[in-house]
C-alpha cells in the first residue's frame, strides 16, 4: 500500500508505515497513508506532513499509537490539535470515510513556534485554534473544507512561513541528538548520549526539555520500545533482545513494552505471525 506522492519542495517520496504504529498492518488495505516533505523554508522546524485517508469502514478502527519524542499538529473532522510529546500510548478511533492529515515536527522544531520550553506541551493536547488564535481557527476550517490533501497543506505551510519562524542552533543541537539516539540501537544510557554530545548530564538534560520536552531517558528507552516492537513483531527472541537494548532483564522490557504498547510482547509476537 505504498504511494508515490510530490512533496513541497517537489521532492517524490515513496510512502510506508511509519514505526510507532502498533501492528501497523493490520487493515492495510482500508488505509492509504502519504508522507509529504515540507516546503524549504519549514525544513528546519518540519520533519514532514503526513496523510491517512479511508472509505467506507464497516466497523470502527482503532489506531494505537507507541508516540516519538516530536511534537505534532494533526486536523480532522473530529480532532484538530497540537500535540505535545506524549508519554503513554493514544490511539485514534477511525470510523466510516475520513482524512487526518498531520504535521511532524522536527525534535525541537516547534520551540519557535512557541516561544516557550517544549516541556510546557508535554502529555497535552492543544487546540490549534488557542496555540494560534483566530488564524489558527481559521486554519482548521479551511484545511476541512478543502478535498485536495496537497492544497491543505499549502494551507498550513502558509500560516508557519508567515510566523517567520527563526532557525535556532540549539533546536538543531537537540534534533542532531535525538536521532544519534534514534539511529544508534546500542545506545542505551544518557551519560553515552552526553560524551557524545560534548554536554554534561545536566546539561544535556536542559537542552532536552527545553527544545524537545522531554528528557534524554526518555527518548532513548522510547527509541528502544521501538525498536524492540519492529523486532518481536518479526518474532525475534525476547530474552535476547532484551540484553542487546540494555535492559536488566526480560521481565524489565516486557513491562516497559506491556505500558507503551498495551500488551505484553508474547501477544504482540502473535500478530506478526498472522497469515
Given at each position: 500500500?505504498?504511494?508515490?506522492?510530490?512533496?513541497?519542495?517537489?521532492?517524490?517520496?515513496?510512502?510506508?508505515?511509519?514505526?510507532?504504529?502498533?501492528?501497523?498492518?493490520?487493515?492495510?488495505?482500508?488505509?492509504?497513508?502519504?508522507?509529504?516533505?515540507?516546503?524549504?523554508?519549514?525544513?528546519?522546524?518540519?520533519?514532514?506532513?503526513?496523510?491517512?485517508?479511508?472509505?467506507?469502514?464497516?466497523?470502527?478502527?482503532?489506531?494505537?499509537?507507541?508516540?516519538?519524542?516530536?511534537?505534532?499538529?494533526?486536523?480532522?473532522?473530529?480532532?484538530h490539535r497540537v500535540v505535545g510529546v506524549i508519554r503513554?500510548?493514544?490511539?485514534?478511533?477511525?470510523?466510516?470515510?475520513?482524512?487526518?492529515?498531520?504535521?511532524?515536527?522536527?525534535?525541537?522544531?516547534?520551540r519557535t513556534f512557541l516561544g516557550a520550553p517544549v516541556?510546557?506541551?508535554?502529555?497535552?493536547?492543544?487546540?490549534?485554534?488557542?496555540?494560534?488564535?483566530?488564524?489558527?481557527?481559521?486554519?482548521?476550517?479551511?484545511?476541512?473544507?478543502?478535498?485536495?490533501?496537497?492544497?491543505?497543506?499549502?494551507?498550513?505551510?502558509?500560516?508557519?512561513?508567515?510566523?517567520?519562524?527563526?532557525?535556532?542552533?540549539?533546536?538543531?543541537?537537540?534534533?542532531?541528538?535525538?536521532?544519534?539516539?534514534?539511529?544508534?540501537?546500542?545506545?542505551?544510557?544518557?551519560?553515552?548520549?552526553?560524551?557524545?554530545?560534548?554536554?554534561?548530564?545536566?546539561?544535556?538534560?536542559?537542552?532536552?526539555?527545553?527544545?524537545?520536552?522531554?528528557?534524554?531517558?526518555?527518548?532513548?528507552?522510547?527509541?528502544?520500545?521501538?525498536?524492540?516492537?519492529?523486532?518481536?513483531?518479526?518474532?525475534l527472541d525476547l530474552a535476547t533482545l532484551a540484553a542487546?537494548?540494555?535492559?536488566?532483564?526480560?521481565?524489565?522490557?516486557?513491562?516497559?513494552?506491556?505500558?507503551?504498547?498495551?500488551?505484553?510482547?508474547?501477544?504482540?509476537?502473535?500478530?506478526?505471525?498472522?497469515?
Open positions: 500500500m505504498a504511494a508515490i506522492l510530490p512533496g513541497s519542495s517537489g521532492t517524490r517520496l515513496v510512502e510506508t508505515r511509519q514505526r510507532g504504529w502498533v501492528d501497523p498492518y493490520a487493515g492495510l488495505d482500508a488505509f492509504a497513508f502519504a508522507r509529504h516533505a515540507p516546503a524549504p523554508g519549514l525544513a528546519a522546524h518540519v520533519d514532514h506532513f503526513w496523510v491517512v485517508t479511508w472509505t467506507g469502514l464497516a466497523e470502527p478502527y482503532e489506531q494505537r499509537i507507541v508516540s516519538h519524542p516530536t511534537v505534532n499538529m494533526v486536523i480532522t473532522e473530529d480532532f503513554g500510548g493514544f490511539s485514534y478511533t477511525m470510523r466510516g470515510s475520513g482524512r487526518v492529515l498531520g504535521m511532524r515536527f522536527v525534535p525541537g522544531g516547534f516541556s510546557t506541551l508535554t502529555d497535552r493536547f492543544t487546540e490549534i485554534g488557542e496555540m494560534f488564535g483566530a488564524a489558527g481557527t481559521t486554519l482548521v476550517e479551511r484545511v476541512l473544507a478543502e478535498p485536495d490533501a496537497r492544497a491543505a497543506i499549502t494551507l498550513v505551510e502558509e500560516l508557519l512561513l508567515g510566523l517567520e519562524p527563526e532557525r535556532d542552533p540549539l533546536a538543531e543541537e537537540a534534533a542532531a541528538l535525538v536521532a544519534l539516539a534514534e539511529d544508534d540501537p546500542s545506545m542505551t544510557r544518557v551519560d553515552e548520549l552526553a560524551a557524545r554530545s560534548g554536554r554534561s548530564t545536566r546539561s544535556l538534560q536542559r537542552l532536552f526539555r527545553d527544545h524537545v520536552g522531554v528528557g534524554p531517558k526518555w527518548v532513548i528507552r522510547r527509541f528502544r520500545l521501538h525498536e524492540a516492537a519492529e523486532r518481536i513483531y518479526q518474532g542487546e537494548l540494555g535492559y536488566t532483564d526480560q521481565a524489565h522490557l516486557t513491562r516497559d513494552f506491556t505500558a507503551a504498547v498495551g500488551m505484553p510482547p508474547s501477544a504482540y509476537a502473535r500478530l506478526g505471525r498472522r497469515p
